[in-house]
């Protein structure tokens, strides 16, 4: 099992809309994390994959739609 953290603030409307599908097609475990900080509001995205396969997979997405 990998943990991938992903900034969600860095990342487009477009970008994020593919990325929840992506999870969401696949079924990989995942949560969202707001800190709220003096009136900002910072956003991570927490991805678990169980095999080798569901990280290989979501690695490769992740590469080939720019996302770090």
């Known amino acids: ?5 992903i900034d969600l603030d860095s990342l487009s409307p477009e970008k994020f809309k593919q990325l929840i599908g992506f ?3 696949t079924g ?3 949560r969202k994390i ?4 003096s009136e900002k509001v910072n956003s991570t995205l927490v991805v ?3 095999t080798r396969a ?3 997979s979501f690695n490769e997405f992740l590469k ?3 996302i770090e």
């Open 64 to 66: 080939r739609n720019e």
């Open 23 to 25: 999870i969401l097609t």
């Open 48 to 50: 678990e994959t169980e």
């Open 34 to 37: 707001d800190l709220v900080k």
């Open 28 to 30: 990989l475990s995942f």
């Open 1 to 5: 099992m990998k943990t991938f953290f």
């Open 54 to 56: 569901e990280e290989r």
